[in-house]
């Protein structure tokens, strides 16, 4: 809709944005089916109970598409590593990806956080 331009909240997935709009919905309780936050435990049983639809392979193509965008950029990481890292043995990485499902579950990456928020808020 094109009168909706100037709203942000509509255009990102982002977490940190989207909570500050007065239509976001907190989970407060995690288990349930609720909120515009799940975590992945939830988002499985939703999947099961409430579409009857297997989880399974839906997360080996959401974890296909993550290695493959790692692989993608394992030159660049193994050069910034070789240049920045002195020992290899206290070294680790950790990176958010960010991944829509279409309405046929299919997963698209949205991003990749290169810093990825750790915080626990209500989910």
């Not at 709009?21 to 799940?38: M, R």
């Not at 939703?46 to 290695?67: M, N, S």
């Not at 960010?98 to 808020?121: C, G, Q, R, T």
Request: hydrophobic share 35%.
């Amino acid at each position: 809709n094109p009168d909706e331009i100037s709203n942000n909240f509509i255009h990102l997935t982002n977490y940190s944005v989207n909570k500050e709009s007065d239509e976001f919905v907190y989970n407060e309780s995690p288990g349930d089916f609720s909120g515009h936050k799940w975590n992945l435990a939830t988002l499985w049983r939703y999947l099961g109970e409430v579409l009857c639809i297997d989880w399974r392979p839906v997360w080996e193509q959401t974890k296909e598409i993550c290695l493959k965008t790692v692989l993608c950029g394992h030159q660049h990481i193994k050069r910034e590593f070789d240049s920045q890292i002195k020992s290899e043995y206290n070294c680790y990485k950790l990176f958010g990806f960010d991944v829509f499902y279409d309405a046929d579950l299919k997963p698209w990456l949205l991003e990749v956080n290169n810093i990825p928020s750790m915080h626990v808020n209500t989910i």
